[in-house]
């Protein structure tokens, strides 16, 4: 901000793009989030707020007992007649979807308290149009200190909150991300452990600061029943860590989860960074988790060998068996880069690789099926683009068929 540097990529503040595609014509239109956050240091042209990863300039004196600004950076969704901005670090911040401008933080008519944080990743339900989300948070206080726990919350499609329960944990999660089926919601509880709160609380360093990945602590993987929102299977596999899933479904008595699973955190110290052209972000590998609900095991697949994030796949088959899924890649051209490609995963083993030319550098994909649609990969995969020699963005339409794909620039 100004000529200072925020400490994280995950403390900049979040901006809204929009494209609607009209005819022959694509019409463009973004907007900052307008909070408090980035008001006030926009006119100051200074950071004044603490972040996930960036301290206040002055030391202990000027962080201590300060709680992370919520920068409305992380994801959208329109559900229940409303646009939201959303970061797992505080409650949404509602939109005017036509012209973008700022409406002020929602907390769904005081069902959200001040101190309840609201993840960035909820899922519609495809059955019901019910909206699920979680957010850490603190249960009570024991004789070791706070009670960590996951809050979570079903909101129905007219936007009201119908119930919210916690579940308890041994530890503050590292969680951002979830799977959902048609009967549960899947937590994987990653081998993340965020330690030295009080030397936070105290300001001597970031949250960020005090995350560290423990390669001796298995993942903790719990089922939640949708309908009571109680805990009904736990489960434990390797360490590592899943910071977002692709589709989840149920089959028989097993539910089938797809994830982009890492053996390392080492992503939280790239990000940190993410500009810096002698580091590589490589993402995870996609692993397909099956849980048998009746015998409690766990089975691995790896379903990928490129490394990727950012899983999407056709919207009509959330929740049920699905033929194909897509993430941003990054490839290796010679150059150290962020994500310069993306691919199809196709579950029959045959997976098509798309590059992006020298200097481009994409985002997370979504995929948008198309009207008249005969099968799930009719459709196309939008994917914002960054061009590195133009210093500009702009929309790539990949138009997916079975037998290829093919690259249309919106400009």
Not at 309 to 338: I, K, L, M, W
Not at 360 to 386: K, M, Q
Request: glycine letters at 10%; charged letters at 20%.
């Amino acid at each position: 901000m100004g000529t200072e540097k925020f400490g994280h990529w995950f403390d900049g503040d979040g901006m809204i793009c929009q494209f609607s595609f009209l005819g022959d014509r694509v019409h463009f239109r973004n907007a900052y989030v307008k909070t408090p956050k980035y008001v006030e240091e926009t006119a100051a042209q200074k950071v004044l707020y603490r972040g996930f990863g960036t301290q206040l300039p002055g030391g202990m004196r000027a962080n201590f007992l300060k709680m992370p600004a919520n920068p409305a950076n992380t994801s959208i969704i329109y559900h229940g007649g409303k646009l939201l901005a959303l970061n797992e670090g505080g409650r949404p911040w509602a939109l005017e979807p036509g012209s973008l401008d700022t409406l002020g933080e929602y907390d769904y008519d005081g069902g959200l308290a001040k101190t309840n944080v609201f993840s960035a990743h909820g899922k519609v339900h495809p059955r019901t149009g019910d909206y699920i989300n979680f957010g850490a948070g603190v249960s009570g206080f024991g004789l070791s200190g706070p009670k960590a726990c996951i809050n979570i919350y079903r909101i129905d499609p007219q936007g009201s909150l119908l119930r919210k329960a916690q579940v308890p944990l041994d530890r503050f999660p590292f969680c951002h991300d979830f799977a959902l089926t048609d009967r549960y919601a899947i937590f994987f509880i990653n081998s993340i452990v965020i330690g030295g709160m009080l030397g936070f609380m105290l300001g001597k360093n970031s949250i960020s600061d005090n995350i560290a990945f423990d390669e001796s602590m298995p993942m903790r993987v719990v089922v939640v029943d949708l309908d009571t929102l109680a805990v009904v299977k736990e489960f434990e596999t390797a360490p590592g860590a899943i910071i977002h899933f692709g589709n989840a479904f149920e089959r028989g008595e097993e539910i089938v989860i797809d994830g982009m699973y890492a053996d390392n955190f080492d992503a939280n110290e790239t990000l940190a960074d993410v500009f810096n052209p002698n580091g590589r972000f490589g993402g995870g590998v996609y692993n397909r988790y099956t849980l048998n609900m009746t015998s409690g095991a766990i089975d691995v697949v790896r379903m990928s060998k490129t490394e990727s994030e950012f899983p999407t796949f056709n919207p009509r088959v959330a929740g049920r068996q699905h033929e194909a899924c897509y993430t941003a890649c990054s490839v290796d051209n010679g150059a150290n880069s962020f994500f310069n490609a993306f691919q199809k995963v196709s579950f029959d083993g045959a997976s098509t690789l798309v590059t992006l030319p020298p200097g481009h550098y994409g985002s997370e994909p979504l995929f948008a099926p198309a009207t008249d649609a005969r099968r799930e990969d009719d459709g196309f995969v939008l994917e914002v683009v960054y061009d590195a020699y133009e210093h500009r963005s702009e929309c790539r339409c990949f138009v997916q068929e079975i037998s290829r794909i093919e690259s249309v620039d919106c400009r």
